[in-house]
Nanobody, 114 residues
Framework: QVQLVESGGGLVQPGGSLRLSCAAS????????MSWVRQAPGKGLEWISE????????YYTDSVKGRFTISRDNAKNTLYLQMNNLKPEDTAVYYC???????WGQGTQVTVSS
């Protein structure tokens, strides 16, 4: 049974950092491309980052390039999103998903505010 469980969200001041985790079960995170997607209040889903299977090439939407880093720990079967220099516009519920976006976690709230 496929399951994704996100954690690590919270309230942080602008310029702060958070690391999100996505613990996977029922499949191997290194075998399938994985993505982080967010949904800001009143807005639609926004893809923000992907890590490919195998070699693990990474991709980011322009608004987070240089600030966010996607990674995975194969031993822990967990996906991560390190978020630095957070901005108020990063406030959203963050979800992890696997290709082809058929399974999603419950989401973790990130709020960036002073």
């Amino acid at each position: 049974q496929v399951q994704l469980v996100e954690s690590g969200g919270g309230l942080v001041q602008p310029g702060g950092s958070l690391r999100l985790s996505c613990a996977a079960s029922g499949f191997t995170v290194s075998s399938i491309p994985m993505s982080w997607v967010r949904q800001a209040p009143g807005k639609g889903l926004e893809w923000i980052s992907e890590i490919k299977n195998g070699g693990g090439s990474t991709y980011y939407t322009d608004s987070v390039k240089g600030r966010f880093t996607i990674s995975r720990d194969n031993a822990k079967n967990t996906l991560y999103l390190q978020m630095n220099n957070l901005k108020p516009e990063d406030t959203a519920v963050y979800y992890c998903t696997k290709d082809p976006w058929d399974y999603w976690g419950q989401g973790t709230q990130v709020t960036v505010s002073s």
